[in-house]
């Protein structure tokens, strides 16, 4: 199933931005879709972003769309999460999730991903 680890959440005021990373190893990355995830206390896991194979096709959570930007580079094994104009709602744990993927697709479903990393915390101040 391989190793996801996360990267790069933090502290921030609402407005900044952050950038997250998902390291993966132990899988050949291009083979796989892949996408964030996040869950505040309390709440479910719920999706924010995903991206195919290739990375030419994404998809977006509606809360998110216009502010987050998912990519990834497969030469690195490596998948980002760029986040703008960050809000006290976006504070959560984020996590990243990877699908093996029989097309160039994008998963939103949380439950058809098999393998997970164990999370980066962002939190946004008011």
């Known amino acids: 199933q391989g190793q996801l680890v996360e990267s790069g959440g933090g502290l921030v005021q609402a407005g900044g931005s952050l950038r997250l990373s998902c390291a993966a190893s132990g899988l050949t990355f291009s083979f796989y879709s892949t996408g964030w995830f996040r869950q505040a206390p309390g709440q479910e896991r719920e999706f924010v972003s995903a991206?195919?194979?290739?990375?030419?096709?994404?998809d977006y959570a509606e809360s998110v769309k216009g502010r987050f930007t998912i990519s990834r580079d497969n030469a690195k094994n490596t998948m980002y999460l760029q986040m703008n104009s960050l809000k006290p709602e976006d504070t959560a744990v984020y996590y990243c999730a990877a699908r093996f993927g029989l097309n160039d697709g994008t998963v939103s479903r949380r439950m058809e991903y098999g393998s997970w990393g164990l999370g980066t915390q962002v939190t946004v101040s008011s």
């Open positions: 991206i195919s194979r290739s990375g030419i096709n994404t």
